[in-house]
């Protein structure tokens, strides 16, 4: 049994094949083909944070499936009344077929998996969202090829969304070079290694944006981290997209980001909503990744 807890879970053979199963999968749904390969079968969702793309996404693709996707949210169960993870995860999978976590700590979820007889999907953690940086791939791959040797520059936070970046560059072999104010640095975890020639510092975000492929960003505060709003949003002030900033890139560059946005705050309106934003492609393919990612942990690799 397989889980996708992080980027780095999956190889690359196995992001290829993912890839393309992806394509195949999309092209059948925009088709008008039913495929329905898992009728009787559930995914439950533990909801910790707020969704609006992750929940839409899983519930869409799960019953495009032809199954069932289960909504809970913590607080609204025994979790949230301080039940142990580790006596969720043996209960809820003895009754669903797969199992997508969004929590805090990566820690939580890795507990999950430890305790569950199915398959475990991260949604996104404080240290994590590998199923938004699989999307954020397949839509480069879908409109330009091969990802390798390209430079994707982040503009901004340290956090879950870039840290995820860095473990795919690695696996991909293309450069992140992120720029974000001093204090706030890329922090290593789990003894994994920046990556030598696919990871660069920067604190200037015209440097880190030149000649750059793609260039994305988040929100200077994430989710759990509220009480640091006013002060991430003064030590953020530079680190904006803009259409300025964009003129750095390659003139054929795209810009990204996981959503939600702030206009105004780390993009310009000018820029998610111009030409070079990419970003309702970014959020639609995150149904279609997904779906293959729970057809290969259910099923394993399909010939057809
Ligand atoms: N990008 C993303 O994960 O969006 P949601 O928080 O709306 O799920
Ligand atoms: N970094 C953001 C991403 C939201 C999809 C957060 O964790 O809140």
Known sequence: MRHYLQFSDFTREEYDYLFERTRIIKQRLKSGQLYQPFIGKVLGMIFEKS?????????????????????????????????P????????SRMVDIVMVRTFEQSIIDRFAENSLVPVINGLTNEYHPCQIMADIYTYIE??????????AWIGDSNNVSRTWLQAAKIFNFKLNLAC??????????????????????????????????????????????????QRKKDFINYKV???????????????????????????????DGPQSVVWDEAENRMHTQKAVIEYLLLGKIED
């Open 181 to 230: 104010p001093r204090g706030y640095e890329m922090t290593v975890l789990d003894g994994q290694s920046y990556g030598g020639e696919h990871f660069e510092q920067f604190y200037d975000p015209y440097s880190a944006a030149r000649d750059a492929d793609i260039v994305t960003t988040d929100v200077s505060t994430s989710m759990g981290f509220e009480r640091e709003t006013l």
């Open 85 to 92: 993870i580790e006596d969720v995860a043996k209960v809820m």
């Open 51 to 83: 969704s609006t793309r992750t929940r839409i996404s899983f519930e869409a693709g799960m019953a495009q499936f032809g199954g069932h996707a289960m909504f809970m949210q913590s607080k609204d169960t025994q979790l949230g009344r301080g039940e």
């Open 143 to 152: 409109r330009f090829g091969s990802i390798e040797g390209k430079t994707v």
């Open 242 to 272: 803009s259409e300025k900033l964009m003129l750095q890139a390659k003139a054929n560059a795209i810009f990204m980001h996981c959503l939600p946005a702030h206009r105004g705050e780390e993009v310009d309106p000018e820029v998610i």
